[in-house]
């Protein structure tokens, strides 16, 4: 199979992380949660013990084949999504589909030529996992450490991983109630490495402003002011103000 698309089925117009909204309406659907932009994998979706990791492109090609086959590392419930062909009886989709059983795994078809632009699973992967793995465990943490979804497909929009979203939640607060010692956000909601996050700064958003107590830094004020529509900030800035 040659490096380039089997599967001329996309116009310009649309973009990977088209796919997305559709996959993760299918997966929620049937009681997963679902994450975009996770431990580099489009989409990585819990239900119980369960982990399904769907990797997405525009066409199919051997990247795409690449890219799930380093994800079965983490589990066997992996798929491939690419975009529905415009003709069913496509000889090259059906080479495809032959190569995608071979591997062990599962191919998600998404509408982008409809109106109502759906996904349907066409193959079920192999399934196996085994849960001792360190790399599932990696991938369920930040899935479990997340409360806003990142747009999955995208590969130069920031992505809001469980650290951030810890940076920001003590941003937001610092924001609301003003400088805070740890032992304070704890009992704001934080985190017990809250401390941690702010002595290490690593994003430059907190300043040491007496023993153990923090405030924003003019970055962080930036962040939050350059940030104050995205839903990461609006999200947590809302909580924030509901405390007393």
């Known amino acids: 199979m040659a490096e380039g698309s089997i599967l001329e089925t996309v116009m310009k117009k649309f973009k990977e992380s088209d796919m997305y909204e559709p ?23 819990v239900r119980d013990d369960e982990l399904w990791i769907v990797e997405m492109k525009l066409s199919a090609n051997l990247t795409l ?22 003709n069913a009886r496509d000889g090259n989709f059906a080479k495809f589909q032959k190569l995608v059983k071979k591997l062990r795994l599962g191919l998600i078809t998404v509408a982008l030529d409809s109106p109502r632009k759906t996904a349907d ?13 360190k790399k599932t465990a990696a991938v369920k943490k930040e899935i479990a450490g997340r409360s806003v979804d990142s747009l ?22 610092l ?3 003003g400088a805070c010692s740890a032992k304070q956000l704890v009992k704001l909601g934080c985190e017990k490495d809250a401390n941690n996050i702010m002595y290490t700064n690593v994003l430059g958003w907190f300043e040491r402003v007496n023993k153990g107590v923090y405030g924003l830094s003019a970055t962080g004020i930036g962040y939050l002011e350059d ?6 900030v609006a ?6 103000d509901s405390l007393e």
């Open 23 to 45: 996959i993760r309406e299918m997966l929620a659907a049937q009681g997963f949660t679902v994450r975009g932009e996770v431990k580099d994998c489009d989409i990585a979706a």
């Open 65 to 86: 084949i690449y890219q799930a086959l380093e994800r079965q590392i983490a589990t066997g419930w992996v798929f491939v999504a690419v975009p529905r062909p415009k």
């Open 121 to 133: 699973i066409l193959i079920f992967p192999d399934g196996k996992a085994d849960k001792r793995n």
């Open 152 to 173: 999955g497909g995208t590969s130069k929009t920031q992505v809001n991983t469980a650290f951030r979203e810890k940076c920001v939640r003590i941003a937001c607060l």
């Open 175 to 177: 924001e609301a109630h």
């Open 227 to 232: 940030n104050d529509a995205t839903s990461l």
């Open 235 to 240: 999200y947590y800035r809302m909580k924030a």
